[in-house]
C-alpha cells in the first residue's frame, strides 16, 4: 500500500499539495513514483510562470517513460527544487519531503476544494 499522508490535498494526476499560507509545495505521490519506477530526470522550465490548474509545469522522467506533471491549483511557479537537478531519486526515495518539485503562490485557493484527502486518493489508486 502506498504511504498517503493525511496533511495533504492530492489530484487524480498523482500530484500532491501542501499549501502553507499563501504559498504551496507540489510534487508526485508515493503511487506515482511507484508506478513510474527510477526516475532520471525531473524538467520544470515554467519558473517565474504563472499557471492554471491542471496546466502542465513540466515533466519527470523514469528509465522507461516520461509523464506531464499538472498544477493542482493556480499560481505562480516561484521556486524548483534545485537538488533534483542532480538527485533525481529523491522524487523516489523521499517523494512527500525532499522530492518535492515545485513551490507555488497559489492565486486562487478556491480550487483547492477540487482536490482529494487522503482517503479519496486511497480509494482511487486502490
Do not use: C
Request: charged letters at 20%; aromatic letters at 8%.
Amino acid at each position: 500500500m502506498a504511504n498517503i499522508p493525511q496533511n495533504l490535498l492530492y489530484t487524480r494526476e498523482h500530484e500532491w499539495i501542501r499549501v502553507e499560507g499563501t504559498e504551496a509545495f507540489v510534487g508526485i505521490t508515493d503511487y506515482a513514483q511507484s508506478e513510474l519506477g527510477e526516475i532520471v530526470f525531473v524538467d520544470v522550465p515554467t519558473v517565474g510562470e504563472t499557471l492554471s490548474q491542471n496546466e502542465v509545469f513540466g515533466s519527470v522522467e523514469a528509465v522507461k517513460t516520461v509523464s506531464d506533471l499538472n498544477m493542482p491549483a493556480s499560481g505562480e511557479v516561484i521556486e524548483f527544487n534545485e537538488t533534483l537537478n542532480d538527485q533525481p531519486e529523491l522524487v523516489n526515495n523521499d517523494p512527500y519531503g525532499e522530492g518535492w518539485m515545485i513551490r507555488i503562490s497559489v492565486t486562487d485557493s478556491s480550487e483547492l476544494g477540487n482536490s482529494l484527502d487522503a482517503a479519496a486518493y486511497a480509494e482511487l489508486i486502490k
